[in-house]
């Protein structure tokens, strides 16, 4: 199984978005900046961090990015199998996951994005982590201060996120240190997030769920209200209206995906790597990946090659594009794949080949899952077999890694 999380808004840098230009899933960006009338190419090229802190200008390309990224995945016929997302990034989940089509997740996110930065500018308001308290010393200390100060963000054992007016957090800050918190680090936000001051904003925000049309998603999504898996569309629209004003139960949603699943690969999808981190903070004996750029779909792909069962749930092709001079192979149906006799006899079951030194012709049969054959549909070198020898696979699943070089072809 892969898990897929999604990042929130602060995860975004400067220029984050320039590795991205000359790949084919950049048509995801120019497409959402069309629909949203916003120039989101020059927002994650060439906006200062200045700009990227405005709610408005980063949610909307923060949820572009997370889906260049999504979509360059799915170009190597992976998809997961569960997913989440923190904050907005919960919002790349539903439209990655299918219960909101790309259009109106658009239109949700320049909308949520509108409606917070004027709700932050009516009610200011920041946000600091705390790092070296629980989480109920945490609400302890919110409540002790007598203040407008909340709980924001549970994201890890021993790192909670508080938000609140200015005074608020102050008040809050001096009695977690009595609580024994070791470090406070302010966060660069426009607003307090998650808490009763973005109350107008939820207003805003329900009008614009209510005329969006909820599908069951493909998969399920554990939600950032209450960490539970949810699959009915019909939950979602009051989900996310309160998650507005609610904490984001990260580190309970990190262990909500592992207990569906224990052996399942984390990957963050998007900019940044601190879900990533987190995932290694929540859940040490987890493996998780980031991939923020290009690169690391390479990345990706390798450390899947010798990672055992992996479920796809999405491409369904004979082959697909893996980056730049590589492709796979996929499973044409599901059932038990069973390699040539050629390929098991190189002993090289499940593991990367060390040279990729065997030809692969366009055509030539891989094996077979369920009496089906696997053909390739490139010319290339086999880097390796990403399946075992009798794993029951699904329909989409990789199967075989191929390099093709600058002169293979689709």
Known sequence: MLAF???????????????WIDHPSWEVVQEASRLSGRNIPNLLCDATQEDLTLTRNVQLATFALSLVVLDAIERLGLGPSICAGHSLGEYTAVVGAGAVSFEDGVRLVAERGEAMQDAADARPGTMVALIGISDDDAEIACQRAEAEAWVANYNAPGQVVVAGTQDGVEATVAMARELGARKVVPLTVAGAFHTPLLLPARQRLRKALAGTRFADPEVPIVANVDARAHAAGHEWPPLLSAQLCSPVRWHQSLRTMASLDPEAIFVEVGAGGVLTGL????????????????????????????????????????????????????????GVFEPTAALAALGLDAAPFASGDRPVAVGELIGEVGGEAVRSAFAGSLVGLLAHTGERVTRGQPLAWLRTGTGGGA
Do not use: M
Request: charged share 20%; glycine share 12%; hydrophobic share 40%.
């Open 5 to 19: 999380t999604f990042p929130g808004q602060g995860s975004l840098r400067p220029g984050v978005g320039r590795p």
């Open 279 to 334: 995932v290694r903070r929540v859940l040490p004996s987890a493996r998780a990946i980031g991939v923020a750029t290009p690169d690391d779909l390479d990345k990706l792909v390798e450390a899947l090659a010798g990672a055992g069962p992996v479920q796809a749930n999405a491409a369904i092709h004979q082959g697909e594009h893996l980056y730049v001079s590589e492709r796979v192979v996929v499973s044409p149906a599901a």
